[in-house]
């Protein structure tokens, strides 16, 4: 059974640990908090996706206001890092110097520099790292995957994708709308397309932003984004990303993708999530697993350690790429012109 030590228990915290729960080969055996005597009691904790305030069961995990408690702990195999982007890099490094695997929720950090001291640790350590880049195991996410690089409806024509939420007010001391702290909604939301564009279309090179900044507050920065993308692939690739919509905007995670023979349309609103139109003017709706990326991924890291498996369906190197594909993006929409990678 791999121990974990679960830092941060706000939003993504507690959803890792409601997945860890019903996860075989691991539990939870201890937690970090800023503050502890909240933790298990479901105050402030919200999110896009999910019931964060479903009761939970605690019992036998220690909880703490020192996180050392847990990363030097003897007993602890894994720690995940479920805390603000601006110390992800700080407690990654020393979970892996203190011979910990490690999971780290995305962006893998603020810049690539920091996202280089991860790797750095993780090659010193020899221990497993991975950024919780979810969308790559998301069910809808994946079966695009494999329509796309299976060429099951020909080439790729155009694909499009769209993370939309209201502007997010659950964060701790609302770090997220500090654009120093979170790099605001293209490293915190928006990344998660870049990811998958990456991870789907290869290379990004080129990038050509437009956006809205401080709208939300003043050093709130980029809270909304529409980008065009230069990849290997011929197709348009676009995608549009954004949180400084008021209260009561729904959440929206959806593409389209138009493939020669075929249109793969998603909306997470929808009772049937995936359509697949064809040219005989038909539609289908492929059955997709009850499950999320959230669980898929923590499963797949899970057997990664317990298997000495390389971290090969979301290696921490392209996790970096979309960090830097991210601040491409945030230069192009301040110069307004595109930009292409180094
Ligand atoms: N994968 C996803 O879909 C997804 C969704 C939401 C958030 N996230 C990511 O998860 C991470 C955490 O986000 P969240 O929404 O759970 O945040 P949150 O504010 O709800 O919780 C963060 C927790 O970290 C602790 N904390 C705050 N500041 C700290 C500091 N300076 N040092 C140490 N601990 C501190 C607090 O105790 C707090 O409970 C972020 O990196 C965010 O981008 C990922």
Redesign the pocket.
């Known amino acids: 059974m791999l121990k974990i030590g679960l830092?941060?228990?706000?939003?993504?915290?507690?959803?890792h640990y409601r997945i860890y729960q019903h996860l075989p080969g691991a539990e939870v055996v201890g937690i970090?908090?800023?503050?502890p005597g909240k933790v298990g009691r479901g105050e402030?904790?919200?999110?896009?996706?999910g019931d964060a305030e479903e009761q939970l069961d605690l019992s036998g995990v220690k909880i703490t206001g020192n996180?050392d408690e847990l990363i030097e702990a003897k007993d602890i195999d894994i720690i995940d890092?479920?805390?603000?982007?601006?110390?992800?890099a700080d407690?990654a490094v020393k979970a892996l110097e203190a011979g910990k695997h490690v999971f780290c929720?995305?962006?893998m950090a603020l810049t690539p520099s920091e996202c280089d001291m991860m790797i750095d640790a993780r090659d010193e350590s020899g221990k497993k790292l991975m950024i919780?880049?979810?969308i790559r195991f998301w069910p809808e996410y994946v079966y695009a995957s494999r329509v796309i690089k299976e060429k099951k409806h020909g080439e790729v024509i155009s694909a499009f994708f769209r993370r939309l939420s209201p502007t997010?007010s659950?964060?701790?001391?609302s770090?997220?709308l500090q654009e120093e702290k979170?790099g605001g909604a293209l490293?915190?939301l928006h990344i998660?397309d870049i990811d998958y564009i990456y991870s789907v279309f290869g290379n990004i090179t080129e990038v050509s932003s437009s956006g809205v900044q401080n709208v939300v507050s003043p050093d709130s920065g980029v809270g909304y984004v529409l980008t065009k993308y230069q990849t290997g692939s011929p197709a348009l690739v676009t995608a549009e990303g954004g949180w400084h919509f008021h209260e009561g905007f729904p959440f929206n995670m959806s593409f389209h993708i138009r493939c020669e023979e075929g249109t793969l349309l998603f909306d997470a609103g929808q009772e049937k999530t995936l359509a697949v139109c064809t040219p005989d003017g038909k539609t289908h709706y492929p059955a997709m697993p009850g499950t999320t990326?959230?669980d898929e991924e923590l499963k797949y890291f899970v057997e990664c350690v317990k298997d000495n498996k390389r971290v090969d369906a979301s290696p921490p190197e392209e996790s970096k790429t979309a960090v830097e594909t991210a601040l491409m993006e945030h230069e192009s929409l301040q110069i307004n012109s595109s930009v292409r990678s180094l």
């Open positions: 830092l941060g228990f706000g939003f993504m915290g507690v959803t970090f908090d800023l503050e402030g904790v919200a999110g896009n996706i996180a890092v479920c805390l603000p982007t601006f110390v992800h407690f929720e995305k962006p919780g880049h979810c997010p659950w964060s701790y001391e770090w997220i979170s490293l915190d998660h990326g959230w």
